[in-house]
């Protein structure tokens, strides 16, 4: 099957489209699924009709059916399932987790590593076995359409997410779709349904200048595409509007941002700031970035990671410590250009917090070689390093290299993750106050920091106490609940309560936090854990402290160990009244029954006690 932007007009083949002109479906042709059962003769029309279009489900008003969305990768996959369930969505197809009830499915796909494709497999399996029409989206099928798992499904290219409804409307129909040519980025004002109402993805370009030996997302993004500083500038003023508190920037590579239309990411930065909201209900993270690209503006980046409401956090992959390594990977950088970034922006920034990647056992990596990284790891002791085992993607010219035996790359894997996990980057801050943002529940123990209340907290800053910390959580006590203004928090009764994330796609892998796998040449995605050097701060620091912003990740979790404790949420004073914040009751019914049996029991046994005493005695 051809892609069907280069295919020609329906009902006249000398009357092609001019180049550069997208057709619209209703003028394309698309592949029909046939029946397979013998032609049957219709009465009416007398025409046959048993290869004739047939739907795969009963007929149904177009829009009103169910659509079962699963995303992999990275965040800016998770922004381009946001966009395709927006528009969806607005057309007025229902959104469900539950794939069994549901009358598509809409898979949306990474292809950075094998067991990240390996599970789209799976998924695309089930979804043919139970005949549910399927629509799968993502870099898997943009860089390698013609693998045998995508046949019979319709296709939706990375740039062409702005016609999903279009492809699942035909795909209902029983069609075969394929949306894969790349044309103009899709527009950033789409309809949009964020997995956390709380926080907005946003995708600032593209693709990348890169040419890593062994990336695979290359092939799929393909070369930088940068959106333009104004419509950028325009997204983030809609959304702070919206209600928002964070605002994370993704890419393939945040640095190269602006290169192929004349501006930088510093430029970018400082537009972004100047919208911030002045209360700091708003907070900015900014993604990914490969060494080379920022080398030339570490100050400007150093100057925007130390406003108070941007997150002091970078995620710069190093991918080795071994310069020989790095020039068979073409990562277009040496470890002591990687030093430089890191060291400069640890020394200009307070409290600043890097986290990197490592790939184990990439081809040619000697016992030297690795060496070399276990230095650097040990050297720099980083809070968040996430460890991947090299896998060798079809296609890429890493995967024609000679590998590393599977036993000595899962060895070496295990070696440094012991290393890592080693660390204790959090020891000392006990008994610090920080400024926290409160935007999701979590699931785990692990990887967050973590604070106990209600989730009437979800969307509020609040001024915590670090109460104790552990090797991958630091736990806090809320002091006080802070005013915000000028920004209208959305309801509670809408915002998604679940941590969406995604285990390590292998058990011998290391995740420094339990995130989706990024589609860039960084691997994993960057983790979020706490950023600021130990200081205690009163109230009137708080406001102006910039080391504020130095805790991302902060998540609201109610804690089942920590039922009795006591915690002090006290509402910001101001014109109104103030509140206090309902606190977790330190006798509930369960204790006081399980109270009043102990002490029924004590009681009991006391009685007997002295009725058998007395009759000793008058024994």
């Given amino acids: 099957m051809e892609d069907i932007e280069d295919l020609l007009l329906v009902g006249n083949g000398d009357s092609g489209a001019p180049p550069g002109f997208r057709l619209s479906l209703n003028t394309v042709s698309v592949k029909p699924r046939r029946n397979k059962i013998k032609p049957i003769q219709d009465n009416d029309s007398n025409n046959h009709i048993g290869r004739s279009l047939q739907s795969p489900l009963p007929p149904k008003i177009p829009g009103t059916q169910t659509i079962f969305v699963k995303t992999f990768g990275c965040s800016h996959n998770q922004s381009d399932s946001e966009y395709m369930t927006g528009q969806l969505s607005a057309f007025g197809y229902s959104i469900s987790d539950n794939p069994d009830n549901a009358d598509l499915w809409l898979i949306n796909t990474c292809t950075v590593k094998s067991p990240s494709q390996s599970a789209m497999d799976t998924l695309i399996t089930k979804g043919k076995a139970a005949k549910k029409p399927l629509v799968v989206a993502g870099c898997v099928p ?24 279009e492809v699942v409307e035909e795909t209902l129909k029983g069609h075969e779709v394929r949306l894969l040519t790349r044309k103009t980025l899709p527009s950033l004002d789409l309809p949009k349904v964020r997995k956390n109402k709380f926080v907005e993805i946003l995708p600032i370009n593209v693709g990348c200048l890169g040419a890593c030996t062994y990336c695979k997302t290359k092939h799929a993004r393909g070369h930088l595409g940068s959106y333009t500083v104004d419509s950028l500038v325009g997204r983030v003023k809609n959304v702070i509007t919206d209600g928002v508190k964070e605002i994370w920037l993704s890419s393939e590579d945040t640095g190269a941002y602006g ?61 080795s410590g071994s310069d020989a390594v790095l020039t068979a990977m073409k990562r277009e950088y040496t470890v002591g250009e990687f030093k430089t970034v890191v060291d400069t922006l640890t020394e200009l920034v307070p409290g600043m917090q890097i986290a990197t990647d490592i790939i184990c056992g990439f081809p040619g990596e000697t016992d030297e070689h690795f060496s070399e990284t276990m230095n650097l790891i040990k050297d720099y002791k980083f809070a968040q390093v996430h460890i991947s085992q090299f896998y060798p993607r079809p296609g890429t010219p890493a995967a024609r290299m000679k590998k590393v035996p599977s036993s000595v790359v899962k060895k070496r894997s295990r070696e440094l993750s012991a290393v890592f996990e080693a660390f204790s980057p959090y020891v000392g801050m006990e008994g610090r106050v920080e400024r926290i943002w409160i935007t999701d529940i979590a699931t785990d123990e692990i990887h967050l920091v973590l604070v106990v209340g209600t989730e009437s ?16 959580s630091v736990f806090g006590e809320v002091i006080e609940i802070l005013k915000q203004s000028n ?33 860039a040449c960084g691997e994993p995605g960057s983790c979020e854990q706490i950023c600021s050097e130990p200081k205690t701060l009163s109230r009137n620091e708080i406001s102006e402290d910039r080391k504020g912003g130095n805790l991302i990740g902060w998540l609201l979790r109610r804690r089942r160990n920590n039922v009795g404790k006591k915690v002090e949420n006290e ?24 109270l009043f049996g102990i002490l029924a029991s004590s009681l009991i046994i006391l009685a007997l006690a002295i009725q058998l005493g007395f009759r000793i005695r008058s024994e």
């Fill in 142 to 165: 943009q860089g390698s359409r013609d693998i045998k798992e995508l046949e019979g499904v319709s296709i939706v290219g990375v740039q062409q997410i702005d016609r999903v409804v």
């Fill in 259 to 319: 290169r192929d239309i004349g501006v930088n990411l510093p430029i970018l930065l400082n537009a972004i700031v100047a919208e911030l909201p002045p209360d700091g209900s708003t907070m900015l993270r900014i993604g990914m970035t490969n060494p080379p690209y920022i080398l030339e503006h570490l100050k400007e980046i150093a100057s925007v990671l130390s406003h108070p409401y941007v997150y002091s956090f970078l995620h710069v992959p190093v991918q």
């Fill in 457 to 472: 907290l979800l969307g509020t800053s609040a001024i915590v106490k670090i109460t104790s910390v552990g090797r991958w």
């Fill in 487 to 519: 920004v209208k928090t959305p309801s509670i009764d809408s915002i998604s309560t679940k941590l969406h994330c995604s285990p390590c796609s292998n058990t011998d892998d290391n995740c420094c936090s339990k995130e989706a796998d990024a589609c």
């Fill in 571 to 594: 509402i910001t004073k101001g014109s109104e009244k103030s509140k206090q914040l309902p606190l977790r009751s330190q006798w509930d019914t369960v204790d006081r029954a399980l």
